[in-house]
Every structure is written in C-alpha cells, then in structure tokens.
C-alpha cells in the first residue's frame, strides 16, 4: 500500500517570496519615476533636434493625432491624454526616430556602391533550350 506524505510547505517562504516581489515593484517604480523626470526636463531639447534633424517625424506625428480625432474620437481622445501624460517618454522616442532616419539618409547620400559586369555567357543560362518531354512513359508502364 502506497502512502502520500504531504509535504508541508513554511509559511514564512510564501511571505518572503511576497515582501521580494514587493521591493522589486518598488524598485521598478522608482526608477521609472526617476527616468521620468529626468527625460522631463530634457523635453525641450528633444523637440528641438527633433525638429533639426528631420521635422517629418513631429508633422507625421500630428497628423496621425489628428486623424485618430477626425474618424475615432473616443481613441484620438485617450491617444492625447495619453500622449500628454508620457510626454517625456513620447519626446525621446520622436527624437529617437527622427536621429534613425537622419542617419539612414546620410547613408543613402554616399551613393551606389561601385561595381563591374562580366560578360562570360552566363545569362543564358536559365533559358530553357530544349522543351522536356513530360509523358510519365516509366511511370504509366508500371501499371500496365
């Protein structure tokens, strides 16, 4: 006969594993509230290079706004609150943006890169010379 013995588990595990999840909470908030603030007062700077490095990015941004007003208010209303309560985090990710497509087109600028044709007879190649036979003539004898 088979016995089960329960394992009985301490209780004070269960509350330290609580009160760990409770100072990582903490500590998560408080750095995204210091993050915050400190991209809080760098706002003006972004927008500033912002709109430096490629203005396209707050035009577009706006526009989306708009539309969102324009045809699904109730959204466009929360995508404003909501761009207004993350201000800070909104103003680094356009900017952020707008240094991403500077880069890309300061790339594009340096120009094709530099290259030679050969002519070795290999373009023809994939042209089809013969037609093949397709008649399954090996296939069909085996039913005969």
Known sequence: MN?????????????????IVIAIVFIV?????NLYKLL???????????LILDYRVLVKF???LYELLRYRTLLGIIA????LAGLPFV????????????????????????????????????EIKDPVDNTFSDYEELFD
């Open 3 to 19: 016995e089960f013995h329960y394992r009985s588990y301490n209780k004070t595990n269960s509350w330290l594993g609580i009160i």
């Open 29 to 33: 908030f408080f750095i995204i509230q």
């Open 40 to 50: 809080g007062a760098l706002i003006p700077v972004f927008l500033v290079l912002t």
């Open 62 to 64: 706006g526009i989306v």
């Open 80 to 83: 404003v609150v909501f761009t």
């Open 91 to 126: 103003a680094a990710a356009l900017f952020f943006n707008a240094f991403m497509n500077f880069r890309t087109k300061r790339k594009n600028k340096k120009g094709f890169t530099k290259y030679e044709e050969i002519q070795d007879g290999t373009a023809d190649m994939f």
